[in-house]
């Protein structure tokens, strides 16, 4: 049955269009990048029919060749795809900016009255409803990815080692490189990648002498050059984040305590939008409104040349044998991923009947009435508020 076209794809800016769509996302993608991922692909693939769902594959599959914020990266190839280069320019900043103002406004009220909001009650409706959008879209991929029954049994063997505690760095790339043939190919192409960036990995002007406390003074500059470090280097989840927010601003510079940290990581996690907006807490707590700028601008602004210079690669990797090999592969292990993903979000957010009963209604409405997954996350909010008051 076909599904109704979105109004907006008859536009004649498709440079606004995307921005509207990362806008949206921005606003009401709350759950980690695979809630946002499962947002998107209802999106493009679902409700505007801009992509089919294995090119939607692809693109994750390339994303995860390529460090930095997986959503707000699939968020820029949409982007891209649709507008060109003014395209990912827009679609990403329309999809950061509206969470990094958000957080900016947290560490704000953090800083006067020593606390953040609580989003408990938001999220005791919101989790379910997100759990049911990333199980819609895990099937989804999973329909396009399984193309025989081994197939099937790595995703679920991902999906499980991932439960267990395996890094999912070694699943993708471990999946990724099940033919010999394809480390060559690996090697050549993240050699293309990281060529644009040499300049951010050199380390020399990080360097810094210590205060009398063993403390790093603060200079715009040296934050600035961190969070480019970081946006440069980063693969994997927030936890993954939260290691090197660690070691360098708790641990090596001494800007900030165990406790702001993580309360900089909770407020990532609870708004919407990119967790890597957490930089803005952070740089807003040692920098002031400039260093909240300049953090978010250096954690994001890897992310657009990676994506500038990976997308045009896709058709070279999906046409030569190996390479597609290699991409089918990574698309297997991310939907095992996904799944993974999924069990944990289901763990945390079914505590009682009533969160299962409106993950179970989510599922329903996305699966036979394609309801707009942020008008469900919407009504789960409600749910949470009335929940909460009663």
Request: net charge neutral.
């Amino acid at each position: 049955m076909s599904r109704p076209e979105d109004p907006d794809q008859s536009t004649a800016n498709p440079t606004k269009t995307v921005a509207l769509l990362g806008a949206k996302l921005g606003i009401t993608a709350f759950g980690g990048p695979a809630a946002h991922i499962a947002m998107l692909r209802q999106e493009v693939v679902d409700r505007r029919q801009w992509m089919l769902s294995q090119h939607f594959l692809d693109l994750i599959g390339i994303t995860n060749l390529i460090p930095g914020p997986n959503s707000t990266e699939m968020v820029m190839h949409v982007g891209y795809e649709r507008a060109g280069r003014r395209g990912l320019v827009a679609a990403g900043l329309a999809f950061i900016l509206p969470a990094a103002s958000i957080t900016l406004a947290f560490a704000v009220a953090y800083e006067r009255y020593g606390e953040t909001p609580s989003g408990e009650d938001l999220l005791y409706g919101i989790k379910p409803v997100i759990v049911a959008v990333v199980l819609q879209a895990v099937w989804g991929l999973g329909r396009t990815a399984v193309r025989k029954p081994v197939d099937l049994a790595v995703i679920l063997a991902v999906a499980a080692l991932f439960i267990s505690g395996i890094s999912e760095l070694l699943l993708l790339f471990g999946v990724g490189i099940g033919i010999p043939q394809t480390k060559a190919a690996i090697c050549r192409m993240k050699g293309q990648l990281f060529a644009s960036i040499i300049p951010l990995l050199l380390y020399g002007p990080l360097a810094a002498s210590t205060t009398a406390d063993g403390s790093v003074p603060y200079t715009a500059t040296r934050l600035f050059l961190q969070f480019l470090k970081i946006g440069a280097l980063l693969y994997g989840s927030g936890y993954v984040l939260l290691a090197f927010l660690h070691s360098t601003f708790v641990d090596q510079y001494g800007w900030l305590t165990e406790a702001q940290l993580i309360d900089a990581v909770a407020v990532g996690q609870v708004t919407p939008g990119p967790v890597f907006t957490t930089a803005t807490f952070v740089g807003y707590l040692v920098g002031g409104f400039p260093g909240a700028v300049l953090a978010t601008v250096a954690i994001f602004l890897p992310s657009f040349v990676f994506v500038a210079v990976a997308n045009p690669l896709l058709p070279q990797i999906r046409t030569r044998m190996f390479l597609g090999e290699l991409l089918d592969g990574i698309n297997l292990a991310a939907v095992g991923l996904m799944l993974g993903v999924t069990w944990r979000l289901g763990q945390e957010a079914m505590v009682d009947a009533t969160t299962v009963a409106l993950a179970a209604a989510a599922l329903l409405l996305l699966a036979w009435k394609n309801v707009n997954s942020a008008v469900l996350l919407a009504l789960g909010a409600f749910v949470g508020l009335i929940t909460a008051a009663i």
